[in-house]
């Protein structure tokens, strides 16, 4: 599956510097903080959730940016409980 590239993104973010095998950009979602104004940290979850729930990436990427963007809570902090929050909330329209 394609992966979901940073010229595919709609909003602006900060792009810091992340060595290879960083928590907060690979491997399995854990309770690593996750910050929402990082680009390379949303591109990772995009990635992530459209990797493992099979998705089609060009719709499904940016509709996920979105949803991280405008509406994901500020006291959501970690990156598994973005996960289960977006899961828990996809099918709501606001």
């Not at 399995?28 to 680009?39: A, H, L, V, W």
Request: no cysteine; hydrophobic share 35%; glycine share 4%.
């Amino acid at each position: 599956m394609e992966k979901f590239e940073k010229s595919n993104l709609v909003y602006e973010y900060n792009w810091s510097h992340y060595e290879k095998g960083d928590p907060r950009i690979s491997g399995i979602p854990d309770d690593t903080e996750f910050n929402r104004k990082e680009g390379w940290e949303v591109l990772y979850m995009i990635n992530h959730l459209t990797d493992h729930l099979a998705w089609a990436v060009e719709n499904l990427g940016n509709r996920l940016e979105i949803f991280i963007h405008d509406r994901l809570p500020m006291d959501i902090k970690t990156q598994k409980d973005t996960i289960q929050w977006i899961k828990d909330n996809w099918r709501n329209p606001e």
